[in-house]
């Protein structure tokens, strides 16, 4: 999830930080952007959850 997860993020500080000159580029800045939210929250979803031990019970996902 780290090795996805990161890069992401990067991506999204990029293009949160790219100068606003016209219309286009605040579409296209709005457009990667939820993007890559989508991407990032698809990836935190579809991680798996290791097994947990409660009091000698066993539970998986």
């Given at each position: ?40 929250s698809v990836s935190v979803i579809s991680t ?14």
């Open positions: 999830m780290v090795l996805v997860g990161a890069p992401l993020i990067l991506a999204m500080l990029f293009f949160l930080f790219l100068p606003i000159s016209d219309r286009r580029t605040v579409r296209m800045r709005l457009g990667v952007l939820c993007a890559l939210l989508a991407l990032l798996d959850v290791a097994p947990m031990q409660l009091a000698g019970i066993v539970t998986a996902r």
